[in-house]
């Protein structure tokens, strides 16, 4: 994962009220290495995503660079979008690390015949 897509992706999400969906597919441990790609962008990146403490602006402000552009301009920044952001882990093994299902709302969705 590139950094700098993480952080268009999450400004973004923040930005325009959208959900970030972060796909881990069958790989039991890739959280912890999701974790440390997003610490590359902001240290505790991940936590304050899970926390919701990202949504604060002084946190978001965080991620913006003078380069973004006018859409990432902070007065643009709406607390009605911002509280529309959702973060949404996917994943296919039957059983997501501890973390994961102590810290998230579980939605397990099952094969029909």
């Known amino acids: ?22 796909d881990l597919m069958d790989v039991a441990d890739m959280f ?4 440390k790609n997003f610490d590359t962008v902001l240290v505790g990146l ?3 995503i899970m926390n919701k403490e990202i ?11 003078e380069t973004d552009g ?6 643009y920044f709406d607390d009605s979008r ?3 952001f959702m973060f949404v882990v996917a994943t296919s093994i ?3 690390a501890k973390y994961l299902l102590d810290n998230t709302y ?7 015949p």
Do not use: C, H, W
């Open 55 to 65: 949504l604060k602006e002084d946190n978001y402000e965080k991620l913006i660079k």
């Open 32 to 35: 912890d290495t999701v974790r």
């Open 82 to 84: 911002i509280s529309d």
């Open 94 to 96: 039957s059983q997501p």
């Open 1 to 22: 994962m590139q950094s700098e897509r993480i952080r268009l992706a999450v400004l973004g999400g923040i930005r325009f009220g959208k959900p970030v969906v972060l």
């Open 70 to 75: 006018d859409d990432y301009n902070r007065n």
């Open 106 to 112: 579980v939605l397990r969705i099952q094969n029909l």
């Open 46 to 48: 991940m936590d304050m």
